[in-house]
């Protein structure tokens, strides 16, 4: 089992930085593939950012040059700082683990969530 749990979500302006952390219960952390998606009302989850174990990343276009994912292996725990954000950032923002993934795909470990809020 691997517990996630994520913080420092809140509301920021359009413009505004933001910086995610999750930290997680599984020893085995660095040999996971770690990524964020997010949930907007009315609209399907989505893939945000991911970075497997051997630090390569992956980045929804959208975010790319704005947004960079990062990790401390000796803490178990993954960042996402957000920057230049825009009011399409709103959105619940989830933390996920994929154990010794070898894909982007994500895996059966989720967070509770954190809202991201981003208006004038």
């Known amino acids: 089992q691997v517990q996630l749990v994520e913080s420092g979500g809140g509301l920021v302006q359009p413009g505004g930085s933001l910086r995610l952390s999750c930290a997680a219960s599984?020893?085995?952390?660095?040999?996971?593939?770690m990524g964020w998606y997010r949930q907007a009302p009315g609209k399907q989850r989505e893939f945000v950012a991911a970075?497997?174990?051997?630090?390569?990343?992956n980045y929804l276009p959208s975010v790319k040059g704005r947004f960079t994912i990062s990790r401390d292996n000796g803490r178990n725990t993954v960042y996402l700082q957000m920057n230049s954000l825009k009011p399409e950032d709103t959105a619940v923002y989830y933390c996920?683990?994929?154990?010794?993934?070898?894909?982007?795909?994500?895996?059966?470990?989720w967070g509770q969530g954190t809202q991201v809020t981003v208006s004038p």
């Open positions: 996920n683990a994929n154990p010794y993934a070898s894909t982007w795909d994500p895996g059966d470990y």
């Open positions: 599984r020893s085995s952390f660095t040999l996971d593939t």
């Open positions: 970075m497997s174990s051997g630090g390569s990343t």
